[in-house]
């Protein structure tokens, strides 16, 4: 997704822009919970919550794989103005020229990427771990 936002987002837009697409993820979670409880709540209902999100995540796909371009050089709906207005502030786009190699080496020896990962794992695993069993939680301990 990194790629994405600099191959389309221009730089003095981009963190606005990224802010959004993140808290997607969140977003979502916040719909599909009730959504899911709701389903699981009718007669026989618990295989809805994944036939529908799951037909949702192919529905998803197939607009994105029509609709979606890794640059905007490769968009062919595109409207010019745009397209040369993201070409300026982002400059060119060349996907083959690569010839940067990854310094794994400073990567592995960084302390603040270190950090990141850390943290990030210990983010996922606590919103995870609320994720599932807020449910018992609420069926356990809340007075509804």
């Given at each position: ?12 837009e ?12 969140n977003?979502?979670?916040?719909i ?35 609709l979606v371009?890794d ?14 207005f ?24 960084c ?34």
């Amino acid at each position: 997704m990194h790629a994405m936002l600099a191959r389309w987002i221009p730089p003095l837009e981009r963190s606005t822009f990224a802010a959004y697409v993140y808290a997607g993820s969140n977003f979502g979670t916040i719909i599909s919970l009730p959504l899911s409880g709701w389903l699981c709540s009718l007669e026989n209902g618990w295989p809805l919550s994944f036939y529908i999100f799951g037909v949702a995540g192919i529905i998803w796909f197939i607009v994105w794989m029509f609709l979606v371009y890794d640059t905007p050089s490769t968009h062919p709906r595109i409207n010019p103005q745009e397209k040369a207005f993201i070409l300026a502030s982002i400059g060119p786009q060349d996907e083959d020229d690569r010839s940067d190699s990854i310094p794994w080496c400073s990567m592995l020896k960084c302390v603040p990427l270190w950090a990141i990962l850390v943290t990030q794992c210990g983010q996922s695993w606590a919103f995870y771990t609320q994720l599932t069993e807020l449910p018992t939680y609420m069926a356990k301990i809340s007075p509804f």
